[in-house]
């Protein structure tokens, strides 16, 4: 499996590492070299290293439908995906200002909504909304901010525009493997670290937790923070284990809380009740408390609402903000950024076609061979229709989906992502991926430096979740300055 | 420490030493029977009834011969007390408490569910029976022992000592029980047949060496009770474990008070049992008493710190 970068081609996609055959781009080509000279033998050989670190680690993902065997190993691809740091640095600015105008429109939907009266954002939009929660009208959480913790998914297209596929303001997962990949690429190749400044990602928990330390209702020096888990059968269990660990915070599920008549949370220790401050909750809205959501939740907390809105205990993120991350909010992004900032997004949303629209429900029917169509609130890839890649008869029952319910569906043209060299089996071959950097907001905002990168491991497949057969690389912020 | 962690370490404890106790019991019942003459009183149904799940015995199976016995004390998944079971509950327990036990710990409980599961998954039980049970036996053994040297003895690790403590001593006085079986053998003289009875009893419990070694006299039935019952030294006996429980709850643990009133009040009728009497009458009396009296200690153990439902407890500081 020698690698020869003139037989590496990537065709009509953009490759983040080799720019034409035989031509590594400035920042990556170090590292492509690196990989050059390394023989067959001794790239096998890192990659099993990596396989085993994994698996010593435990870095495993849960897919719900193979039932009783919950733990499986995410494919890990040694081979890191490389960002110029100039080119990030734009990125950051870009992600800071979204979520930025995103928190000031949550704010507003939920309080005074200047920008439904003004009729920017189509009012029905959000009463029609199944994310959009009244049980929060009114609510002021600290500095004003609901969504602490955001995922935003990047994809490249084939002329090297970075777009903004989806915000993800619930309970965005993935940032773990992000540490773990790092750490296993540390342990595979380690001279690379000594050649390249690399931006570091290891401070991601302690940035999470000075965040969530930031929205104690309490001025105290050590508030209580738990995070919040749905428990072992969730996808993410791991997850929520690694960043309790790491931020030294108790995991706690629905059952170990409880609210008192005083409207505090307390979890129950063997010591009695404790007085919990903040919930990095990693609990969808609809379970988090049976009084307020749905009254079957065995997951949530009797109560947890009410302790919210009296400010007694902040929760993140808040209840409610996942009604700007509904793919047809996602839609007027660029106009809620200029609403509030007064200001042109630095980073541009993917064209999309609104099926509520008449006229764009139409070309959207026309054309569903050649466009992806989502639904405005599912996640993980569920739900949704690959054009280029779907049967007639897939086609068919989405055409009847969207006619059913023009709400509920956008339709974006089929990007051509970017790719990376990846190793299969015994070739590096070209993969398409994307990327998702987590940005942490409250008074201050926080943008890991890269993000985790999803790379699909079948031959020309898009879909790079890891429910459905995606991996993940390790991502570098590479300091090209000087050189 | 969250309650619900507690609670499942408790229980983690609690189902490993049921499993192993359950291995070493069907062990030597199974050598018993081979032992004693027929007809002595001493049947395979005796099994179920110190198991405690007769009921559901009852329901289930339609005799009590040996081979649904033994189906029902190790495979049978839907009797809460099979060994299956046992091992299965001791890995969901522990599952959920991985990140507070040594992470050897889990990789040994769930190897063994998996050994066990494999083995008694087959339609037909394992020919090698008793290798499979000492197997059992001493891979439960192992994890106590992997605990207690690398987990840190905090208020963690005093719930999985009360667990097993506490389940040995319902297994210990389960076993005594058996020894209230009133024997008919004509022709055998009686005092012969109640040795050995009591010999097997002490063999269950791996209690005979011991015996042997500290009370150092012939195997009598008051001499077995006092060294089951009130002897301090003995891990198995009741009296020890109820110290180890007394000394966790005590030391190391807040809000302590009703619990450790229950162990002492079991302690004091432990100590205060004339064991020359108990012999003669009353021994199957007094162990239902004991059983109420674990049962009441588990309650106040739960109360006070699984599921605060004390008033001390739910007080908020």
Do not use: A, T, W
């Given at each position: 499996m020698e690698i020869d970068w003139k037989s590496y081609d990537s065709g009509e996609f953009y490759d983040e590492m080799i720019s034409s055959p035989g031509n590594p781009r400035r920042a990556a080509r170090a590292i492509a070299g690196y990989l050059q000279r390394l023989s067959a033998k001794q790239l096998g050989r890192r990659q099993n290293a990596a396989d085993l670190a994994i698996a010593e680690m435990g870095v495993t993902f849960t897919v719900y439908s193979e039932g009783t065997n919950i733990d499986r190993t995410w494919p890990f691809d040694i081979i890191p995906r490389i960002i110029p740091q100039t080119e990030w640095s734009g990125i950051e600015e870009g992600l800071e200002q979204r979520m930025t105008a995103l928190n000031m429109f949550i704010h507003d939907i939920y309080n005074d909504q200047n920008i439904l009266k003004d009729g920017i954002v189509p009012e029905k939009l959000i009463t029609g909304s199944k994310s959009f929660l009244p049980q929060c009208i009114g609510a002021s959480p600290r500095y004003n901010v609901w969504a602490h913790i955001c995922g935003s998914d990047l994809v490249r297209d084939s002329d090297g525009t970075v777009y903004v596929l989806e915000d993800n303001l619930r309970v965005p997962s993935g940032v773990s493997y992000m540490i773990e990949n790092r750490g296993i690429t540390k342990r595979v190749f380690p001279e690379l670290f000594r050649k390249h400044r690399i931006l570091p990602v290891d401070d991601y928990p302690a940035h999470l937790f000075d965040m969530l330390a930031s929205l104690s209702p309490r001025p105290l020096d050590y508030p209580e923070i738990v995070v919040m888990t749905p428990g072992i059968y969730n996808s993410a269990y791991f997850e929520h284990a690694f960043l309790a660990q790491q931020m030294g915070a108790e995991l706690v599920e629905g059952g170990d809380l409880v609210v008192n008549d005083d409207d505090c949370v307390y979890m129950k220790t063997i010591d009695g009740l404790q007085r919990v401050d903040v919930i990095y909750r990693r609990v969808n809205d609809e379970f988090l408390d049976p009084e307020a959501f749905?009254?079957?939740?065995?997951l949530g907390v009797r109560g947890l609402l009410r302790a919210w809105r009296a400010g007694n205990v902040a929760l993140a993120n808040a209840p409610g903000a996942g009604v700007a991350d509904d793919k047809v909010i996602y839609t007027y992004v660029p106009e809620v950024i200029k609403y509030y900032l007064d200001q042109d997004p630095l980073l541009p949303n993917v064209p999309s076609y609104r099926c509520e629209n008449k006229l764009q429900r139409d070309y959207v029917l026309a054309n569903l061979a050649t466009l992806v169509v989502k639904p405005a609130n599912e996640s993980g890839?569920?739900?949704?229709?690959?054009g280029p890649h779907a049967s007639a008869a897939e086609r068919n029952k989405f055409a009847g989906l969207i006619k059913h319910n023009p709400r509920n569906y956008i339709a974006q043209p089929a990007l051509k992502l970017s790719t990376a060299p990846t190793i299969c089996g015994q070739h590096v071959e070209p993969r398409h991926l994307d990327l998702r950097p987590f940005i942490l907001q409250s008074d201050r905002t926080y943008v890991t430096a890269g993000g985790l990168t999803r790379v699909a491991l079948r031959k020309g497949s898009l879909v790079v979740n890891s429910s459905q057969g995606g991996g993940s690389k390790d991502t570098w912020i590479v300091e090209t300055g000087g050189n | 420490m969250l309650s619900r962690v507690a609670e499942r370490l408790y229980w983690t404890a609690r189902y490993l030493e049921r499993a192993e106790n359950t291995a070493r019991l069907v062990k030597v019942y199974s050598y018993m029977m081979l032992d004693l003459p027929n007809g002595v009183g001493i049947n395979w149904r005796q099994l179920v009834d110190i198991s405690g799940a007769h009921e559901h015995f009852d329901r289930n199976y339609r005799s009590s011969g040996e081979r649904n016995v033994i189906k029902f004390m190790l495979s049978d998944t839907d009797s809460h007390g099979s060994l299956l079971t046992s091992l299965a509950m001791a890995r969901e327990n522990m599952r959920t408490t991985r990140d507070l036990v040594p992470s050897e710990g889990w990789e040994h409980v769930n190897e063994l569910y998996l050994f066990a599961r494999k083995k008694l998954g087959a339609k037909t039980l394992p020919k090698d029976r008793y290798e499979f049970l000492s197997q059992i036996v001493m891979r439960c053994q192992q994890i106590t022992g992997l605990l207690a040297g690398t987990m840190s003895h905090g208020a963690a690790y005093q719930f999985v000592r009360i667990g097993r403590n506490l389940e040995r001593a319902d297994m210990t006085t389960r076993m005594i029980d058996v020894g209230s079986t009133t024997l008919i053998a004509p022709g055998v003289e009686l005092e012969r047949l109640e040795n050995r009875l009591w010999t097997y009893v002490l063999r269950s419990l791996s209690a005979h060496q011991m015996y042997r070694l500290y009370v150092r006299r012939q195997v009598r039935p008051e001499r077995v009770l006092a060294f089951l019952l009130?002897?301090?030294?003995?891990?198995?006996?009741v009296g020890h474990t109820l110290g180890e429980i007394a000394s966790c709850i005590e030391k190391r643990?807040?809000?302590?008070e009703e619990p450790l009133r229950a162990v002492l009040r079991l302690q004091r009728l432990v100590a205060d049992a004339n064991v020359e009497k108990l012999h003669t009458e009353g021994l199957h009396d007094f162990i239902d008493r004991m059983q109420l009296e674990f049962g009441d200690l588990h309650q106040q153990i739960s109360g006070t710190w699984f599921s605060l439902e004390l008033d001390d407890a739910v007080k908020p500081q």
């Open positions: 749905r009254e079957d939740s065995v890839g569920y739900g949704m229709l690959v | 009130q002897d301090c030294d003995f891990p198995r006996s643990l807040p809000h302590n």
